[in-house]
Nanobody
Framework: EVQLVQSGGGLVQPGGSLTLSCKAT????????TKWYRQVPGKEREWVAA????????SYENSVKGRFSLSKDTGENTVYLQMNKLQPEDTATYYC?????WGQGTQVTVSS
């Protein structure tokens, strides 16, 4: 059974940084692409970023490009979403996804 367990997140001031983690069990991240989404109450979940199975290719939604970055630690079977220069509009619940499996969600709140 594939399980994705997220950690990180929290409250940060505008301009600050956070790192979200997504650790997989029952699955190896080298087998499939990993994506991150975010969702604000009352709105649809939106795609944020993706990393290829090998970890060499990444892509980002325009509003986070240059501020967010993805990386993989194959030894820990974990994908990281580094978020810099956070803004209030980045406030959302963030989810990692691979295939049909989803993490439990992590709240990120950007506020002064």
């Amino acid at each position: 059974e594939v399980q994705l367990v997220q950690s990180g997140g929290g409250l940060v001031q505008p301009g600050g940084s956070l790192t979200l983690s997504c650790k997989a069990t029952g699955f190896t991240f080298r087998e499939s692409a990993t994506k991150w989404y975010r969702q604000v109450p009352g709105k649809e979940r939106e795609w944020v970023a993706a990393i290829s199975p090998g970890g060499k290719q990444t892509s980002y939604e325009n509003s986070v490009k240059g501020r967010f970055s993805l990386s993989k630690d194959t030894g820990e079977n974990t994908v990281y979403l580094q978020m810099n220069k956070l803004q209030p509009e980045d406030t959302a619940t963030y989810y990692c996804n691979t295939g049909n499996s989803w993490g439990q969600g992590t709240q990120v709140t950007v506020s002064s």
